[in-house]
């Protein structure tokens, strides 16, 4: 059974940093052919993309360009965003997507509080 499991959430000041993690199981070849994704969603507005990785490029919302850093590890199945000098507007649940070979799976999320 594919599960992916977010974890690295909590609460942090603005400018703090955070490491969420999405750790992949039941891939039958790993999370190797898949395409990554980070995505997050605020109280109240709809879910939103914040970074993606494939096999050959990355890609990040205008909003968190220069400040988060998608990366995986597909021996260790896992894919991480490295998120420095947050913001308020950072605040949300994050979601791990696995799109490929013509499925897409999510994660249930991870909390994360920007707030002094």
């Known amino acids: 059974q594919v599960q992916l499991v977010e974890s690295g959430g909590g609460l942090v000041q603005p400018g703090g940093s955070l490491r969420l993690s999405c750790a992949a199981s039941g ?3 790993g999370i190797s052919n898949y395409g990554m994704w980070w995505y997050r969603q605020a109280p109240g507005k709809e879910r ?3 970074a993606g990785i494939t096999s050959t490029r990355t890609n ?8 988060f850093t998608i990366s995986r590890d597909n021996e260790k199945n896992t894919v991480y ?11 949300g649940v994050y979601y791990c997507q696995a799109y490929g070979m013509g499925s897409g799976y999510w994660g249930q999320g991870t909390q994360v509080t920007v707030s002094s």
């Open 27 to 29: 891939f039958t070849f």
């Open 48 to 50: 939103e993309l914040v």
């Open 60 to 67: 990040y919302a205008d909003s968190v360009k220069g400040r």
């Open 81 to 91: 965003l490295q998120m420095n000098s947050l913001k308020p507007e950072d605040t």
